[in-house]
């Protein structure tokens, strides 16, 4: 299902690192041609598990093609000593964080109704957030290396690393925009098969790790190729 989305793939081969223990500290971390996935001992076994974990291999696999290959220049940098700027984390993490239920239901991993009802219940922790009455979303990427490791206590208030999951609802947005306004022609599809392509690479050079930076300015211009539209304050309106 990533292959027919995204057209291409970026790696010579891919392997899912997959640890399963309720000992360890859950979670993934992406690598262009691997990931590091923790689960609970028992999340390929008990379906309520399964259903919980259902999106994390499709979340760090689509990072190959989102984060790893297409990395917002602010992200990209050469050494050490030059500073990050993550502000479109709500792109690397929240565009994946869509992408990755969206694959989990396509390849069968999770029902469409689970599906459905992961994104409403992130639409409802959001509306109980009062944190985005003052905090745009765009500061929680800015601030992400703060609130990874903060406590719970006032998230709501304080907002949390929401660039995930309240990211997810501006990118559905974005998917029923392009469908609105091309009557069903296109999709987010679209833009994921342009924007995560080959871009000009072929054949094996086409799969094997490659880094093209982006910056706002590329992700509105690929979007308006799929679908003309004020593309940017639509998206800055949002985040």
């Not at 979340?59 to 502000?87: C, F, I, Q």
């Not at 905090?135 to 990427?141: F, S, V």
């Not at 979007?223 to 949002?238: K, S």
């Amino acid at each position: 299902e990533a292959n027919a989305l995204f057209g291409v793939r970026h790696y010579r081969k891919y392997e899912f690192l997959i640890t399963l223990s309720d000992h360890l500290e859950d979670f993934g971390l992406e690598h262009h041609e691997s990931s590091d996935n923790r689960m609970s001992e028992r999340a390929l076994v008990d379906d309520d598990k399964r259903a919980y974990w259902a999106s994390l291999l499709p979340h760090e696999y689509v990072h190959s093609w989102n984060g790893k290959y297409r990395r917002p220049a602010g992200l990209a940098t050469g050494d050490y000593e030059t500073p990050m700027t993550d502000e479109l984390l709500w792109v690397y993490e929240g565009l994946t964080q869509y992408l990755g239920v969206v694959l989990s239901a396509r390849s069968g991993l999770e029902l469409p109704e689970e599906t459905e009802s992961e994104i409403a219940v992130w639409s409802k922790m959001m509306e109980l957030h009062g944190g985005r009455a003052w905090r745009p979303l765009e500061d929680t990427a800015v601030e992400a290396q703060v609130l990874y490791g903060a406590s719970a206590q006032w998230q709501a208030l304080r907002r949390s690393v929401d660039f995930y999951d309240e990211s997810v609802l501006v990118w559905l947005d974005v998917d029923m925009r392009i469908r609105t306004l091309t009557k069903g022609a296109k999709s987010l599809d679209d833009f994921c098969k342009s924007f995560h392509g080959a871009h000009g690479a072929h054949g094996d050079d086409a799969n094997k790790p490659a880094l093209l930076p982006y910056t706002f300015d590329d992700v509105v211009k690929t979007l308006n190729d799929v679908a003309p539209f004020d593309w940017a304050t639509f998206l800055r309106a949002r985040v």
